[in-house]
């Protein structure tokens, strides 16, 4: 809006767009990893936030505290959102994540 305000005089300022900062850039939406137990997921990493391969997405947990998974990034990426709930079943996925395009 900036931007069109300062093509037409209205406002000082620069007319051109902003440009993607790098971390939004080249992401495609994916799906966190699918779960291999059923129990409470509990993200590590919080919306918003990037990760990197291997990184601990979150862990799954039993009634009684035991954790049964733990499930880790595949690929680069930020955390779109997680599932509301918490609880997930076998094969669930908990959550959308933003992840980086290989292609670019």
Known sequence: VLAQ??????????ADPPS????LAFRVRGNAP????AGLFVPDVAPGRSF???DLLGRI???DGTEL???RADAAG???AWAE???VEIGGIPGTLGLEDADG
């Open 5 to 14: 305000l300062a093509h037409l005089g209205l406002v000082a300022g620069s």
């Open 20 to 23: 993607l900062t790098p971390d």
């Open 34 to 37: 699918r779960a291999r137990a």
């Open 52 to 54: 990197r391969p291997g």
């Open 61 to 63: 947990l039993g009634v």
């Open 69 to 71: 998974d733990a499930l």
């Open 78 to 80: 930020i955390v779109v």
């Open 85 to 87: 709930g918490g609880w």
